[in-house]
């Protein structure tokens, strides 16, 4: 697998023009920075979170944890992990773990902690655990312009 088709026709739709990283295998955000070479920071790491309403997309820096707490003072959402049979369904063209964080893409309602916004170059999964999709950080804002904005999320420790 490469890049899911569902996102290479979403950025094409929307004129976002995107560079393709290949790394070796990695099951982790941390582990991809190191292994691709790009600041954890600039990683836009996508998690899937059911709600009552719901499953939606909480997008956050890669060297940052979600703070489920500071979520739902945003939201007014109390959510939990999405399912790995509900991600799957959502994601057809994914691997499992490698969610996009484009929910428009996927008919999915996207909140976005808001220091993404300020990276000059943002990366993402493409779809798989080998690739990274990179995009510039004016186009990532862009994208991003119908998520909700928030902050729930803080720097990962060590015994993250």
């Known amino acids: 697998m490469s890049t899911s088709q569902t996102i ?8 976002v023009r995107f560079t393709i990283h290949q790394h070796p295998r990695s099951m982790s955000a941390a582990e ?7 600041p954890e920071r600039a990683i ?10 719901g499953v939606f997309l909480a997008v956050l820096p890669a060297a940052r944890t979600i703070l489920l707490g500071e979520l739902w003072r945003e939201t007014h959402r109390p959510a939990h992990l999405a399912t790995e049979a509900e991600i799957a369904e959502l994601f057809p063209d994914c691997e499992l773990g490698a969610v996009p964080p484009f929910g ?3 008919g999915l309602e996207t909140i976005v902690d ?3 916004l300020d990276e ?4 993402c999964e493409g779809g798989d655990h080998k690739t990274l999709l990179e995009v ?4 990532f804002a862009r994208l991003m ?3 909700r904005l928030g902050a729930f999320a803080q720097q990962r420790t060590a015994e993250d």
């Open 104 to 106: 428009e893409a996927y």
């Open 32 to 38: 991809t920075a190191r292994l691709a070479h790009v």
């Open 8 to 15: 290479a026709e979403y950025l094409e739709d929307r004129g």
């Open 114 to 116: 808001g220091r993404l």
């Open 145 to 147: 312009e119908t998520a």
């Open 44 to 53: 836009a790491k996508a998690v899937a979170l059911r709600d009552h309403d």
């Open 136 to 139: 510039t950080g004016k186009d």
């Open 120 to 123: 000059p170059v943002v990366y």
